[in-house]
């Protein structure tokens, strides 16, 4: 098989592991706190991380990384944003707002660039300006005609987009990062499960014997799409492997309205059509762009 169907292969995986089967995850243990989960996500995925890292050959990038005190600062903020992140997913889901999750993971490309042009001072097209306005539109839109700030898709959207912009100071693989930013959050963890433990309060082999059984599960949750997109990332062009994106979003909006049966109103629609069409008007300024630099080779 070649090198670049296989990435397709794996990109297709891995962002169905984050459209689909996350949100199944997620709702499965919903009968726990949303900050519980976390724990759980952060401990397990650290633990698993651990043997990875070493089997991989990769102790001595983390070392190195360890001694680069610029770099920690870095994933010290970086960690910040992924675990508000992490928090109001599981929150969300767990509260059945998966439509408004998946709003969130469509805006996030048109925050990017937007965040591009204000923080690196990346040129941005006409194309481009076009289409976060429409994103604009449709926010203020929803705000006007629901009565509500879309909070949660905005909250997504932005801390996604400040984890990956800080993320790219760091020259560091995905694998060691995250294995650094859960070693931060490990202490915030265990004050928080030893918390739980002594008020009683800790579901994880106190309540079902299926909850406790699958809240270890958070890690692989986190790790098994983190390799399968970093497999897809070294096999295709990274143009290539930003329309894989809109395969998460899509399958939690359907996994949302046809099996959890969220209610997505005409309002909400009209929001969502809002964004389709900017990302459409922002794929194809990518495509001409990519077909103008192949014609001046």
């Given at each position: 098989m070649k090198?670049?169907?296989?990435?397709?292969?794996?990109?297709?995986?891995?962002?169905?592991?984050?459209?689909?089967?996350?949100?199944?995850?997620?709702?499965e243990v919903s009968s726990v706190s949303a900050l519980e989960i976390l724990v759980h996500r952060i401990i397990w995925s650290f633990l698993i991380l651990i043997p990875i890292v070493f089997i991989s050959k990769q102790g001595k990038v983390l070392l190195k990384l360890l001694k680069n005190i610029k770099q920690l600062r870095y994933l010290f903020l970086s960690t910040l944003f992924?675990?508000?992140?992490?928090?109001?997913?599981?929150?969300?889901?767990?509260?059945?707002?998966?439509?408004?999750?998946?709003?969130?993971?469509?805006?996030?490309?048109?925050?990017?660039?937007?965040?591009?042009?204000?923080?690196?001072?990346?040129?941005?097209?006409?194309?481009?300006?076009?289409?976060?306005?429409?994103?604009?539109?449709?926010?203020?839109?929803?705000?006007?005609?629901?009565?509500?700030?879309?909070?949660?898709?905005?909250?997504?959207?932005?801390?996604?987009?400040?984890?990956g912009m800080i993320r790219k100071k760091v020259s560091v693989g995905s694998v060691v990062g995250l294995f650094v930013e859960t070693m931060i959050l490990m202490p915030f963890a265990l004050v928080y499960l030893f918390y739980l433990l002594n008020t009683s309060s800790l579901a994880f082999l106190s309540t079902s014997t299926y909850i406790s059984f699958m809240l270890p599960f958070g890690g692989l949750m986190t790790i098994i799409p983190l390799l399968l997109f970093n497999g897809a990332a070294i096999r295709m062009k990274l143009t290539t492997l930003g329309f894989f994106q809109y395969i998460g979003p899509t399958l939690s909006l359907l996994l949302a309205v046809f099996i959890y049966n969220e209610e997505l109103g005409s309002d909400k629609l009209i929001s969502f059509i809002l964004i389709w069409l900017a990302l459409v008007i922002f794929s194809l300024d990518t495509i001409l762009k990519k077909f103008k630099t192949k014609s001046h080779i």
């Open positions: 090198e670049e169907k296989l990435g397709f292969i794996f990109a297709i995986l891995a962002f169905f592991f984050w459209g689909a089967i996350a949100p199944i995850y997620f709702k992924v675990s508000v992140n992490w928090l109001i997913f599981i929150w969300a889901v767990s509260n059945d707002k998966i439509i408004e999750t998946s709003l969130g993971y469509y805006i996030n490309p048109l925050i990017n660039v937007l965040f591009g042009f204000l923080f690196f001072n990346e040129r941005m097209s006409k194309n481009q300006y076009l289409a976060i306005f429409i994103a604009f539109i449709a926010v203020v839109y929803q705000i006007y005609s629901i009565g509500t700030f879309p909070l949660i898709s905005l909250s997504l959207a932005i801390s996604f987009a400040l984890y």
